[in-house]
C-alpha cells in the first residue's frame, strides 16, 4: 500500500462514520499500527482528543497467527464518552476484541470501531472501514523497513544466503516479487539491507 491509496481509503472510512451521525468526544488509536488512521480520521471529522492505548501482537510476519494483549492502558477517563478505536487492519479481530472488552470496563457511553482495511475471514467486524479484502499480509507505508526486515531473512534462508554477507540484490529483488509479491527497487533493496545489517550488529544469527 502506498500513501495516496491509504488517504484514499481514510477518506472513506470518514465519509461513513460522518453519514452513519456518530460523533465521537475522542478517538482512541491502537499503537502503533492504528495510529496514523487516528490523526488523519482527527483531521478529517473534526475530533481534538487522539488518545492511545498499545495491543501487543505476537505473531510472525507474514502470517496470519498472532495472540493479541494489552501493554500500556489509557491514563484518561473516558466514563460516559463515545469512542471511536481505530487500527489500521482488522485480521484475526484480536486487538480489537482485547482493546474493547478493556475499555467497556471503563464505562464509556458508546464506542464504535473503524479500520483502513478488514480480512474478510476475521472474527471481527469494524463499524466503519476503507475496504474489504481476503487475508493477505498487508505492508503499510508506516512500517514497510520493519517487515522488509523481517521478511527478507525468510527470503535470504531460502536461497541459503547469509544476510550478513554481500548477497546479490536482484535475485532477492526476484525472490520477493515471485514469493510475496512485493514489487522494490534496488535502490531501496540496498537500503534496507544496510539497515538489516544495522539491526543485526552483535545478534548471533545461527542460533
Not at 460522518?18 to 471529522?45: F, Q, T
Not at 484518561?76 to 482493546?99: A, Q
Not at 470496563?105 to 473503524?114: F, H, N, R
Not at 521478511?151 to 546479490?168: A, G, H, T
Amino acid at each position: 500500500m502506498d500513501w495516496n491509496l491509504f488517504y484514499e481509503l481514510a477518506r472513506q472510512v470518514a465519509n461513513k462514520i460522518n453519514s452513519s451521525g456518530y460523533r465521537p468526544d475522542m478517538i482512541v488509536g491502537l499503537a502503533r499500527g492504528g495510529w496514523v488512521l487516528a490523526r488523519v480520521l482527527c483531521d478529517l471529522i473534526g475530533i481534538k482528543d487522539l488518545v492511545s492505548l498499545k495491543v501487543e501482537h505476537w505473531g510472525v510476519t507474514a502470517t496470519p497467527d498472532g495472540k493479541a494483549k494489552l501493554k500500556y492502558p489509557l491514563n484518561v477517563d473516558i466514563k460516559g464518552k463515545n469512542v471511536l478505536v481505530v487500527d489500521d487492519i482488522t485480521d484475526t479481530g484480536e486487538s480489537m476484541r482485547v482493546t474493547l472488552e478493556y475499555l467497556k470496563s471503563l464505562k464509556p457511553s458508546e464506542i464504535k470501531t473503524a479500520a483502513l482495511r478488514h480480512i474478510n475471514t476475521s472474527k471481527f467486524l469494524p463499524d466503519y472501514f476503507g475496504e474489504e479484502i481476503s487475508w493477505r499480509w498487508v505492508i503499510f507505508p508506516w512500517n514497510f523497513t520493519e517487515d522488509m526486515c523481517n521478511i527478507i531473512p525468510k527470503v535470504c534462508k531460502r536461497l541459503s544466503i547469509n544476510p550478513k554477507d554481500e548477497v546479490d540484490v536482484a535475485t532477492i529483488k526476484n525472490e520477493l516479487k515471485q514469493f510475496y509479491t512485493i514489487g522494490i527497487s534496488e535502490e531501496t533493496l540496498e537500503e534496507i539491507l544496510q539497515e538489516l545489517k544495522r539491526r543485526n550488529q552483535g545478534k548471533d544469527n545461527t542460533k
